[in-house]
């Protein structure tokens, strides 16, 4: 199919492109940008007023499959991933068996093919199953297509393995993604410690156990030059370590989540488990925090952390209902707040969402450029729109902003080669 997005204010960080144009694809690929003639054979979709991006990628993905289908399976969740606009997600490694050997890497990338409505690459676990004490077969999984290594939901508590994998990270050029709790500090913590969960009786984790494994991982990856990317940013305090690491010429990155930046912790309020995440919601110095460090650059990316579960699940007591937020279908809009805040312009939002991202774990998407792969969002940055959750795409109606107005909605996503609308 051949399609020209005609009029479209066209933002694209990868090339500096900031105004009104065309784009072409075909056959799922950007055959031209810029003053367009129509020509026979197209599909023309009318931009005018609208604004066309790359489209999105997101890093920080749990799609659940296999082993937790009841959660979210490829399909809904790739589906949810282009309603939110996204083209492209990464998916965590704590699926059932978890994604540490190339068997579990090959059946997530062959589902993906066959089902998903966006790319999906995978992300492999570091240690074998996710248990901190052996390294997962990390070159046998890079050549079947891991992009990045993680043991996301876990820490990797022992610090030579955690050493071991930023060496591997050098030999295989690829980062490792750290989910930083020191769990003698968390110790089954559920929101953020402080008055609030002395009042609500509930057990607290201190911003001390996110930063104290950032100061780890950081000294770690200085040691070994290796590749370190910090996952899920949530405390002013580790703004300050990420801060200044990059400034001792350290190579580490950073993301941050729309609900790190958009709700605190009082939002659990009422025993809320839809706003029950870990790292767990902080404060507003932490928020005015990951805000500055967005802003000059210190946190790279926005990433959804997109964690669905059933709704069964979130309806048990606080202490026993399972931390994540569904965060495809809302992320692209919740950021989109910064800018009219002033935090960030239009074209550092949509590279933090994009261009670092893609730089970030060297695949070629994020870009309109001529020959990349024609994922495309449209976008009507004037539209508001009532949060329903029950409307999810995702099987995972988790979420802390049912009921929200939030404006900016995407209205067409052009994914593997086709158009959807809404």
């Given amino acids: 199919m051949k399609i020209l997005i005609k009029n479209g204010h066209i933002v694209d960080p990868s090339q500096n492109i900031d105004g009104i144009g065309d784009v072409l694809s075909e056959e799922g690929r950007i055959k031209g940008i810029g003053d367009l003639p129509p020509t026979p054979n197209l599909r023309i979709i009318d931009a005018t007023g609208l604004y066309v991006f790359p489209g999105l990628i997101d890093m920080h993905t749990h799609l659940r499959e296999p082993g937790f289908e009841y959660k979210e399976t490829i399909k809904t969740g790739t589906m949810a991933a282009v309603r939110g606009g996204f083209t492209t997600v990464c998916a965590m490694p704590n699926t059932s068996p978890v994604n540490d050997n190339s068997s579990v890497t090959d059946l997530i990338i062959t589902k993906a093919i066959q089902e998903g409505a966006c790319a999906v690459f995978p992300i492999g676990a570091i240690t074998k199953g996710q ?16 992009v990045a290594f993680s043991d996301d939901g876990r820490p990797v508590m ?114 809320n488990t839809n706003a029950k995440v870990n790292p767990p919601l902080r404060t507003k110095k932490d928020i005015e925090a990951i805000k500055q460090g967005l802003k000059d650059g210190i946190i790279d990316v926005i990433a959804t952390d997109h964690a669905p579960h059933h709704r069964d699940e979130k309806l048990r007591e606080f202490d026993q209902s399972p931390s994540g937020i569904s965060g495809l279908e809302t992320a692209l809009s919740l950021s989109l707040r910064l800018v009219e805040e002033g935090v960030l312009t239009l074209n550092q939002l949509i590279g933090k969402m994009t261009v670092s991202p893609a730089k970030i774990l060297k695949i070629n998407k994020g870009t309109l450029k001529v020959g990349s792969d ?48 809404w």
């Fill in 131 to 146: 248990d901190g004490e052996e390294l997962a077969e990390m070159g046998i999984m890079h050549a079947e297509g891991c």
């Fill in 158 to 271: 022992n610090s030579l393995i955690m050493r071991r994998a930023l060496e591997y990270s050098k030999t295989f050029d690829v980062p490792i993604i750290a989910h930083c709790e020191d769990l003698s500090l968390s110790e089954d913590g559920v929101m953020n410690e402080g008055l609030l969960s002395l009042t609500l009786g509930l057990k607290g984790t201190p911003a001390e156990a996110e930063e104290v494994m950032i100061a780890r991982d950081i000294a770690l990856a200085g040691l070994t030059r290796g590749r370190l990317h910090i996952a899920h940013v949530s405390t002013e305090g580790s703004v300050r370590l990420v801060r200044q690491a990059k400034g001792r010429g350290i190579n580490v990155t950073a993301e941050t989540c729309p609900h790190y930046f958009s709700i605190m912790e009082d939002a659990v309020k009422g025993y």
């Fill in 374 to 421: 024609a994922g495309v969002v449209i976008l009507d940055l004037n539209k508001e729109y009532k949060v329903e959750a029950e409307k999810f795409v995702s099987k995972g109606k988790n979420t802390p902003f049912d009921g929200w107005v939030l404006k900016g909605m995407p209205v067409i996503t052009i994914s593997k080669g086709k158009v959807y609308e």
